[in-house]
C-alpha cells in the first residue's frame, strides 16, 4: 500500500540577512470564495458572523485569516479559515491550497528590497493593503502585514524564481548598506 | 611635473592609478580628468576619425575627448569619460582609438588626408570595384569605424533595477535644484532630488567663492525626512506620465566593491512633478587647431583650479565672448598664473594686472601633443603668444536636454547666447537656474566660426569641421536636420551637448539665416552613455525569464530527463535510459511503450479552469461551438472554441463534475489567452450568466496515463471501480486514491490508446509520479516526455498548436460538424461566411520513408516549387515508430481529390523534397476501438 507524501513548493526558502528575512509559508491553507449571483449579500452577511469582511479591491483583510480580492466577484482566503458550511449553495469554493507559494519578508529593509522589484507606490502594500502586479514578470500578490511586515504571493509552479529574485534583491540591498 | 596647486576641495590621501601602464598618483577626490592633469598629462586620446591628440576639454558628463577605456576582461568599459571616472586605488584606464601607441599613431595619416576624408565622403567614395564591397571596403571601414573596443569577454558584473516614487523629482543638485527640493519638501512633497556628481553643490563647488552658503542649504534639507537624495545619479530619459528613468553609479568609484552589490541601478521614477535644475555648461568657438590637448573650456579651467587644486598652466590664454571670461581670467590670476585675456567684444572690465585684448580673436593654436602657442588676431594684426593652456568660453548652453524627449524644441535667447527651454514641456515640469537661463546674460556677443583656412572643430568627437558644414550646406543639405545626418554633427556619444548650439551658429551664420530659423534637433535618451547592463538589470541567464518548474520536475531531474522549454514551463522532453545515445531511441521507446503498455506523462502544464454557477453549462455553450447543456454529470466532452471571426481559437475538454460545476482545460500555450478570453465573455458579453471562472492550472498536478495497461494500473491507485461499465469512454468523477488523496479522474485520449488523465493536489504531484512508475513496474510503465506525446498525437490524428495556427477553422480541421447552428455561440456567425464555408483545405495525413519536415509545402509532382503550384502545407511531422516511416499531418486544397494520391513535400530553406502519400491523417486506430475499450 503505498502513502503519497508532499512536496515544498521550494526545497529551501529562507533567507536571512541583517533586518531582511525571507521565509516561505508551508502547508498554508487557501480558499478561493465567489458568491453566486445575487448572493454577495448574503455571503458578506454569513462572512460577518464569522468575523470576516471581504475586502475592496487594493484592500486587505489580515485576520481572523488573510482575505485578498482575487478578481473580480472573487476572494482569497488564507489561514485559519473557518467553517464556511453556511455559505453551502451561495458561492463557489475552491481549494487553491495548491496553487499558490507564500514568502513573508520581515525587516526595515524590507521596502529597499520591494522597491527594487515592485513597481507599484509603497502606498499601495502598505499596512493593510494589497496589491496586484508583477515581480520578474511573475504575476504576484504584495500584501501589507504589520510594521516591517509583508507577504508575496506568486504562482507556485515559480516559487523557485521568485525566491531567486527576492534573494537577488535582498543580496543588492543589503551589500549596498554595507 | 605636478600641476597640483593646492588640495581644492578634495581629500588630501594618495591614491594610485595607471594610464597607458604608466602609474600616477592623484587624491581621494579626484577624477581621472583632474589626477591626470595634475600630473601635467594632457593627451588622452586620438579623435575618431581624423586620429588628431586630443585632451580634456570640459568639466562633467558633456566631455567629448578625453574618452578611455577603464578595467579589462568582462568588466572592460569603453568611452568612459575621464572627467566622471572617479579616481579610485588602483584603477587602471587606457586610451583609444591609437595604433600602436597615443603618442605615435599610425592612423594619424588621416589628419594629412583631411581633404579627402570630409562629411559624406563614404557616400562618395568605397564604389568600384564593386567585389570589393563585402572583401575590403566592409572589413577596413569596420576596423577603423567605432570608438573603444569591447573585450567580447561576458560582464558578470551585477546590474540592479528599481521602481521609484514620488510627488516632486528635482534632477539637479546645484544651488537651484537644493532650493526647489526645499520648497517643496517644505510642503510636504515626497521629494527625490537627482545629483550626477558625488556631492550635491552643482556649478557653486567648482567657482572660488566659499562654500558657507551651500553648507547652509545642505543643512537645511538634512532635516528633511521626506527628501530623498540621490547622488551618482543621472536622470537619463523623461517619458510619458511623469515617468523618468535615471541611473545611480553604484561601485564604479570603489577599488573593491563587494561581489554582491549591483554595480549600477537602473531606476524608474514615477513623479507627479518634476523641476529640472541641471545649469548650464559652456560651449566652444570654431577656429583652426582648436582642439589641441590644453585647450579647455574657461569653466573647467577654473573648476579643476579651484575644486581638485591643478592649475592647468603657468601661462594662460583666456578667449570668450562674454563676462564669465572673466572669472577665469581672476582665478588663475590668484592662483600665480600670468594670464593673457583675448575677448571678441570691444570692452570689458579689466583686471589688474592681467594683459588683455579687445576686439580680438584667436584664429590658430600651435603645437602637437599639447598647446604651446596661440594665434591672436587684432585689427588686421597677428601674432603668436606662447602658453601652456588656452581658456574659451564661446556662451553657455543649458543643459536642456531631457525638455525635449517628449517633442519639444528649445528656443534661441540672444540675451544669453544660448538655447533655452521652449513652451512644450514634459507635463509637470518646470525648469529653474542656469538651465533656464537665469543669470546668464553675461553680455555675450556672437562668436561662431573665426576658421580662417585650417581645421576647426565644431563637434571634436566626430571630427565635424566648419569646412563640413559649409560642404553640407554648398551640397544641399540646408536643413538642420539633414546637416546633422549628412555631417554627423552631434551624432556622437556626447550627442553633440557642446556642439550642437555652435553647428548651428555656424551654420546660420554662413547661411545668412537668423538662428532662430535654423531651427534645431532634438535630444533624445538616454542623456549619457547607458550599459547594456544596467538596461538588463537583472534579467540575465537564469533569471532572464522567469521558469514554472512541474509537479514532477524533481523525478524528471534525478531520472536524468531531457528538457524543453513550452513558453515559462520547464518540460521533460524525454527520458533516456542507459545505452540510448539519440533521442529518437528514447523517444521511439516510449512511444512504442504507449502504445504497447502503459506510459505516464505530466501534463499538468495544460491551463485548468473551474467553472462554477448556476449557468456554468449555458456559458460553456456559449464560448464552445459545441454543445455542453445536455453534458450529463460525470462526462467529460472534447470542446472547440472559436474567435469572434470564426478562426478556431483553442481546443481542450471540459468535464461535468456536478451540475453546476465544470473543469475546462486548454492548451498549454492558451492557458492564459483562454481565461482572459472566458473572463471577457462573461464580464461584457453574457454579464447576466451566473458563473465563476477559477485557475486551477497551479492547484492540480495532473498526469496522462496511457497505453492498454492503463487501465489496470491506474485501478492500483484509485480507490474507485474504473471497469469499462463503471467508468467507459470520456467519463469523469471527483475522487480519492487509496491513500486517501483527494484526486480528479478523467477518461480522456491523447494519444489515441486508452487512457485517464489523473489529477492531486500538486504537492502530491512528485510522489504520485514515481508511485504510479512503481506499482506499475510489472505492467512495463515508463514515464514519456513531450517528444513522445507530440508522436503519438499525430499518429492518432490530434489537432495540436501547429494545426491551431490562426488560419484554420473547424471545416479545415474536418470538425465542422462539430459547430453547432442550433445555438449562438462566439464565432458561429463569421464561420459561415463565405470565404470560410466554401474553403475546400482539409486536414490530411502524409506518409513517406524519407523524412518530412514541418513546413514543408506541398507541390504536385512534375510541377515547379513556386507558391502558385502549392496544394498546402505540412504542419506536423514525426518518425512513427508504430508504423516504421514517417508521418506528418497538414492541410492541402481539395483534398478529397487528392487522398491515396501522391505528391512532393518541398522545403526551400532545407533544399529538400520529398514524395508523400497523401493518406487519412488517423494513422493509428481511426475508428476509435481502442479508447473505448
Known amino acids: 500500500m503505498f502513502k503519497l507524501t508532499e512536496a515544498p513548493a521550494l526545497s529551501a526558502g529562507l533567507y536571512q540577512a541583517p533586518e531582511l528575512n525571507i521565509e516561505l509559508l508551508s502547508n498554508t491553507p487557501r480558499l478561493s470564495l465567489a458568491p453566486l449571483k445575487g448572493e454577495t449579500e448574503k455571503v458578506k452577511a454569513a462572512l460577518q458572523q464569522l468575523g470576516i469582511t471581504l475586502p475592496s479591491p487594493t484592500e486587505a483583510v489580515l485576520s481572523p485569516c488573510m482575505v485578498l480580492p482575487l478578481g473580480q466577484g472573487q476572494w482569497l482566503l488564507q489561514g485559519a479559515v473557518p467553517n464556511l458550511g453556511a455559505l453551502d449553495g451561495l458561492v463557489a469554493l475552491t481549494d487553491q491550497s495548491d496553487a499558490w507559494c507564500g514568502f513573508v519578508l520581515q525587516g526595515a529593509k524590507v521596502p529597499l528590497l520591494l522597491e527594487r522589484l515592485v513597481a507599484n507606490a509603497p502606498l499601495t502594500y502598505f499596512h493593510g493593503k494589497a496589491v496586484r502586479t508583477q515581480i520578474e514578470h511573475i504575476g504576484c500578490w504584495v500584501v501589507g502585514l504589520t510594521d516591517n511586515r509583508w507577504q508575496i504571493l506568486g504562482p507556485r509552479s515559480s516559487a523557485q524564481s521568485l525566491f531567486d529574485a527576492l534573494k537577488h534583491a535582498a543580496d543588492a540591498v543589503g551589500a549596498l548598506a554595507d | ?933
Open chain 2, 1 to 933: 611635473m605636478s600641476r597640483r596647486i593646492s588640495n581644492g576641495r578634495i581629500g588630501a590621501n594618495t591614491v594610485r592609478f595607471s594610464f597607458d601602464g604608466v602609474q600616477y598618483e592623484g587624491r581621494e577626490g579626484d577624477s581621472l580628468a583632474s589626477a591626470l592633469l595634475a600630473n601635467d598629462r594632457l593627451l588622452i586620446g586620438r579623435s575618431f576619425k581624423y586620429h588628431r591628440p586630443r585632451g580634456v576639454l570640459c568639466l562633467g558628463s558633456e566631455e567629448p575627448n578625453a574618452l578611455v577605456t577603464i578595467g579589462t576582461g568582462g568588466s572592460q568599459t569603453p568611452n568612459t569619460r575621464a572627467t566622471v571616472q572617479e579616481l579610485y586605488d588602483g584603477l587602471s584606464a587606457v586610451s583609444q582609438n591609437r595604433f600602436p601607441s597615443l603618442k605615435f599613431d599610425l592612423l594619424s595619416v588621416n589628419d594629412r588626408l583631411s581633404r579627402f576624408l570630409t562629411a559624406g565622403f563614404y557616400y562618395k567614395t568605397f564604389m568600384w570595384p564593386r567585389s570589393f564591397w563585402e572583401s575590403v571596403y566592409e572589413p577596413m571601414i569596420r576596423r577603423a569605424a567605432g570608438l573603444g573596443r569591447l573585450s567580447e569577454v561576458e560582464d558578470e558584473a551585477q546590474y540592479d533595477k528599481g521602481f521609484l516614487h514620488c510627488d516632486t523629482l528635482v534632477i539637479g543638485g546645484g544651488v537651484a535644484g537644493i532650493e526647489a527640493a526645499l520648497g517643496a519638501a517644505a510642503k510636504g512633497d515626497q521629494v527625490i532630488l537627482c545629483e550626477e556628481f558625488s556631492r550635491l553643490g552643482g556649478a557653486a563647488l567648482f567657482e572660488s567663492a566659499p562654500l558657507g552658503p551651500i553648507d547652509g542649504l545642505l543643512a537645511q534639507l538634512a532635516k528633511h525626512e521626506n527628501v530623498r537624495v540621490m547622488t551618482r545619479t543621472t536622470v537619463q530619459g523623461a517619458y510619458d506620465h511623469g515617468v523618468y528613468s535615471a541611473v545611480t553609479l553604484n561601485t564604479d568609484h570603489l577599488s573593491q566593491p563587494s561581489a554582491k552589490a549591483p554595480r549600477q541601478t537602473l531606476w524608474r521614477i514615477y513623479s507627479n512633478r518634476a523641476v529640472l535644475a541641471t545649469g548650464a555648461h559652456e560651449r566652444m568657438i570654431a577656429f583652426d587647431n582648436n582642439d589641441r590637448p590644453g585647450v579647455m573650456l574657461c569653466s573647467a579651467v577654473r573648476g579643476y583650479l579651484n575644486y581638485y587644486g591643478v592649475l592647468a598652466g603657468d601661462s594662460c590664454v583666456v578667449f570668450g565672448c562674454h563676462d564669465d571670461a572673466r572669472k577665469t581670467v581672476v582665478d588663475l590670476q590668484a592662483a600665480g598664473a600670468k594670464v593673457v585675456w583675448v575677448d571678441t567684444r570691444a570692452s570689458h572690465q579689466a583686471v589688474e594686472g592681467v594683459e588683455s585684448f579687445t576686439s580680438a580673436r584667436v584664429v590658430n593654436t600651435r603645437g602637437r601633443h599639447r598647446v604651446t602657442a596661440v594665434e591672436i588676431e587684432q585689427q588686421g594684426r597677428r601674432f603668436w603668444i606662447k602658453c601652456e593652456a588656452l581658456a574659451v568660453s564661446g556662451g553657455w548652453n543649458p543643459r536642456i536636454q531631457l525638455t525635449c524627449h517628449q517633442g519639444g524644441r528649445p528656443v534661441w535667447s540672444a540675451a544669453i547666447g544660448g538655447f533655452v527651454p521652449g513652451d512644450k514641456l514634459p507635463p509637470g515640469m518646470r525648469v529653474v537656474g542656469a538651465a533656464a537661463g537665469e543669470l546668464l546674460e553675461e553680455n555675450w556677443e556672437p562668436a561662431w566660426d573665426l576658421s580662417v583656412n585650417g581645421a576647426a572643430f565644431v563637434d571634436p568627437q566626430n571630427d565635424v569641421t566648419v569646412k563640413d558644414i559649409k560642404l553640407a550646406h554648398q551640397e544641399g543639405y540646408v536643413s538642420v536636420e539633414h546637416l546633422k545626418r549628412y555631417t554627423t554633427l552631434g551624432m556622437a556619444t556626447d550627442q553633440g551637448k557642446n556642439a550642437n548650439a555652435l553647428g548651428i551658429g555656424v551654420l546660420s551664420q554662413h547661411s545668412g539665416e537668423l538662428i532662430e530659423a535654423v531651427g534645431t534637433t532634438l535630444f533624445r535618451p538616454p542623456y549619457t552613455p547607458v550599459a547594456i547592463g544596467a538596461l538588463a538589470g537583472r534579467s540575465r541567464g537564469k533569471e532572464f525569464k522567469p521558469t514554472r518548474l512541474t509537479p514532477s520536475h524533481e523525478f524528471a531531474t534525478r531520472r536524468g530527463a531531457a528538457f524543453v522549454t513550452v513558453g515559462n514551463w520547464l518540460r521533460a522532453s524525454y527520458f533516456p535510459v542507459a545505452g540510448e545515445t539519440h533521442w529518437r531511441e528514447s523517444v521511439d521507446r516510449e512511444a512504442l511503450a504507449v502504445r504497447q503498455a502503459v506510459g505516464v506523462c505530466d501534463v499538468t502544464t495544460l491551463g485548468k479552469i473551474d467553472v462554477q454557477g448556476r449557468d456554468a453549462a449555458e456559458f460553456l455553450n456559449r464560448v464552445y461551438a459545441n454543445g455542453f447543456l445536455k453534458l450529463p454529470v460525470g462526462k467529460t466532452r472534447y470542446g472547440l472554441m472559436l474567435r469572434e471571426d470564426g478562426i478556431v481559437f483553442d481546443d481542450g475538454t471540459a468535464a461535468r463534475l456536478a451540475e453546476n460545476h465544470f473543469v475546462v482545460t486548454t492548451t498549454t500555450a492558451n492557458a492564459v489567452s483562454v481565461y482572459r478570453h472566458m473572463e471577457f465573455v462573461h464580464q461584457c458579453l453574457a454579464p447576466e450568466l451566473d458563473v465563476h471562472l477559477i485557475s486551477t492550472t497551479e492547484a492540480w498536478a495532473q498526469f496522462a496515463v496511457a497505453g492498454p495497461k492503463s487501465r489496470e494500473l491506474v485501478q492500483r491507485v484509485v480507490d474507485m471501480d474504473i471497469s469499462n461499465e463503471a467508468f467507459g469512454f470520456m467519463a469523469c468523477a471527483e475522487t480519492k486514491l487509496i491513500d486517501g488523496t483527494p484526486a480528479r479522474l478523467f477518461r480522456i485520449s491523447f494519444s489515441g490508446e486508452l487512457a485517464y488523465e489523473l489529477a492531486v493536489p500538486t504537492r502530491f504531484g512528485n510522489s504520485l509520479m514515481e508511485t504510479l512508475l512503481d506499482v506499475g513496474a510489472d505492467l512495463g510503465a515508463v514515464p514519456y516526455g513531450t517528444e513522445a506525446l507530440g508522436v503519438l498525437r499525430i499518429e492518432k490524428g490530434h489537432a495540436a498548436g501547429n494545426e491551431l495556427d490562426g488560419r484554420t477553422t473547424a471545416l479545415n480541421l474536418g470538425l465542422g460538424q462539430m459547430v453547432a447552428q442550433t445555438k449562438d455561440s462566439i464565432g458561429r456567425v463569421l464561420a459561415n461566411r463565405t470565404e470560410l464555408a466554401q474553403s475546400s483545405v482539409r486536414l490530411v495525413g502524409f506518409r513517406s520513408e524519407q523524412q518530412i519536415l514541418t513546413g514543408s509545402w506541398l507541390i504536385p509532382i512534375g510541377a515547379s516549387a513556386e507558391q502558385a503550384n502549392t496544394l498546402g502545407w505540412v504542419s506536423s511531422a514525426c518518425y512513427s515508430p508504430n508504423l516504421g516511416c514517417y508521418i506528418a499531418i497538414g492541410f492541402i486544397r481539395d483534398a478529397h481529390e487528392y487522398m491515396d494520391t501522391q505528391m512532393r513535400a518541398v522545403s526551400l530553406l532545407d533544399a529538400k523534397d520529398v514524395r508523400v502519400s497523401v493518406v487519412s491523417p488517423h494513422f493509428v486506430d481511426p475508428e476509435g476501438e481502442r479508447l473505448r475499450v
